[in-house]
Nanobody, 114 residues
Framework: VQLQASGGGLVQPGGSLTLSCATT????????MDWYRRAPGKQREWVAT???????DYADSVKGRFTISRDSAKNTVYLQMNSLKSDDTAVYYC?????????WGQGTQVTVSS
């Protein structure tokens, strides 16, 4: 299993970014795919899930602003982030739990600053 996150960058408050998570060895439509983030000086926190049944769930802090989606043909998961705030500054990771372990991508940095 390999997860490759990309799409991070520097954006002004109120701006938007879309993160991508390209996968290898994973059928995204058959797994619960997650996004997590780790802000400076804080623990990693869960952000959003797109489960195998096609349902989505979000942390309260991002609900209404972030949208998780997947492209089964490309085996890729996305995180559309709108109305970004400085509190959203973090390294974002895509992840899944399969078998008895959690797999992580390498992370992509998102910085929200004017």
């Amino acid at each position: 299993v390999q997860l490759q996150a990309s799409g991070g960058g520097l954006v002004q408050p109120g701006g938007s970014l879309t993160l991508s998570c390209a996968t290898t060895g994973v059928i995204v439509s058959r797994n619960d795919m997650d996004w997590y983030r780790r802000a400076p000086g804080k623990q990693r926190e869960w952000v959003a899930t797109f489960n195998a049944f096609g349902d989505t769930d979000y942390a309260d802090s991002v609900k209404g602003r972030f949208t998780i989606s997947r492209d089964s043909a490309k085996n890729t998961v996305y995180l559309q982030m709108n109305s970004l705030k400085s509190d959203d500054t973090a390294v974002y990771y895509c992840s899944l739990f399969r078998g008895k372990r959690r797999y992580w991508g390498q992370g992509t940095q998102v910085t929200v600053s004017s």
